[in-house]
C-alpha cells in the first residue's frame, strides 16, 4: 500500500533483486483503487497488512490463487487460452496501451522494457 501513489497515479513496483520501477496508473484505476482500500479496511479487520491484495485468509496472493482468479474471469468472459496468468495480462496490457494511441516509448516507460522488439511485436498486432 505504502507504494501506491493515487495522487499522482502510479505505483512503485519491486522486482527481482530490489529493481524498482514506477507503472502509471489510468485515471479510472485509481478511483478503483480508492474503492478497493476502503473495501480493503473492512476486510482487515484491524489486523495489520501491508498488501494490496492479498487472500480471504489476509495471507499474500499466491501464483496458484491468481492463476485461479485470472482463470475464473477468463471463463465467466469466454475467452479460451492455454496459458494463463500474468504475462498474459501484461501483453493485453501493452496491446490496449497501444491500441488507445501511446507511443512505443511510452508504453516502454510504463512497463520498463528496455528493448523495444518486445513492444514492436504488440504493434504488428493493432
Not at 527481482?16 to 480493503?40: A, D, F, H, M, Y
Not at 496458484?64 to 504475462?87: N, P
Not at 490496449?96 to 522494457?113: A, C, F, P, W, Y
Request: proline share 1%; aromatic share 6%.
Amino acid at each position: 500500500v505504502k507504494d501506491l501513489n493515487l495522487n499522482k497515479g502510479f505505483i512503485t513496483i519491486t522486482r527481482r533483486e530490489n529493481e524498482k520501477r514506477r507503472v502509471v496508473l489510468s485515471r479510472q484505476t485509481c478511483i478503483l483503487c480508492r474503492g478497493w482500500l476502503s473495501v480493503r479496511l473492512k476486510h482487515l479487520n484491524k489486523q495489520k497488512n501491508e498488501r494490496l491484495f492479498f487472500s480471504s485468509r489476509i495471507k499474500p496472493l499466491s501464483r496458484r490463487t491468481l492463476y485461479g482468479m485470472v482463470s475464473d474471469f477468463m471463463d465467466r468472459a469466454k475467452i479460451k487460452k492455454k496459458h494463463l496468468g500474468s504475462e498474459l495480462l501484461r501483453q493485453t496490457a501493452i496491446f490496449n496501451m497501444l491500441s488507445s494511441g501511446k507511443t512505443i516509448e511510452d508504453v516502454q516507460s510504463i512497463t520498463g522494457n528496455k528493448g523495444l522488439d518486445i513492444i514492436q511485436k504488440y504493434l504488428l498486432a493493432v
